[in-house]
Structure formats: structure tokens, C-alpha cells
């Protein structure tokens, strides 16, 4: 079982970046995916998470108007739209499935 983050980078505050985790070694479309982050100096925290068949997602409070979770089952590939980015936002992102964590991409956001 193997997950991949990529997407990660610098960012504005107030710009968009979409992370992708390709997944392999395991059937894909059987599972729910989710995203957490883990910010300098603090604990992992759920984002958002999305259901098998991608019928259902729900996310954090604090992201919820400004992230998307999204799933390609053809592509085994789980992704997270982020807009209107905040400082605060500032974290390592990891995909989670089967459960089995990504190594995680670090997301700055700054002017």
C-alpha cells in the first residue's frame, strides 16, 4: 500500500493550489480517502474526507467554504482544491486510505 502526495508548494495568501495522493496497492475505489495537516508545532488535524463512491465528503470547520475533496477512482487519485489560502493554513498535508498515511507535502503560505 503506497500513497503519494504532490502539489505542494508557496503560495499567497489568499491564492489556490490543488494537491493530488496517487494511491496504489490496494482496490481504491473501495475506500474513504481523507486529508490532514499538521502544522509547525502542532498536532495532525483532520481537513476533509470523502466517501468511496465520492458521493459524500464533509471537512473542518475552519476550511470548510474555501476546500474541495474530490476523487478520480479511475486514476486512483484523491485531490484537494484549496482556495482563498490564509497564513494559517501553513502545514505538511498527508492523504490518509486503508489506513495507510502519505510521507505528506509541505503547503507555505506567504507573501
Known amino acids: 500500500v503506497q500513497l503519494v502526495e504532490s502539489g505542494g508548494g508557496l503560495v499567497q495568501p489568499g491564492g489556490s493550489l490543488r494537491l493530488s495522493c496517487e494511491a496504489s496497492?490496494?482496490?481504491?475505489?473501495?475506500?474513504?480517502m481523507s486529508w490532514s495537516r499538521q502544522a509547525p508545532g502542532k498536532e495532525r488535524e483532520s481537513v476533509a474526507y470523502?466517501?468511496?463512491?465520492?458521493?459524500?465528503?464533509n471537512y473542518r470547520d475552519s476550511v470548510k467554504d474555501r476546500y474541495a475533496i474530490s476523487r478520480d477512482n479511475a486514476k486512483n487519485t484523491v485531490y484537494l482544491q484549496m482556495n482563498s489560502r490564509k497564513q494559517e493554513d501553513t502545514a505538511v498535508y498527508y492523504c490518509?486510505?486503508?489506513?495507510?498515511w502519505g510521507k505528506g507535502t509541505l503547503v507555505t503560505v506567504s507573501s
Open positions: 490518509k486510505g486503508r489506513g495507510t
Open positions: 470523502i466517501t468511496s463512491d465520492g458521493g459524500t465528503t
Open positions: 496497492g490496494f482496490t481504491f475505489s473501495d475506500y474513504v
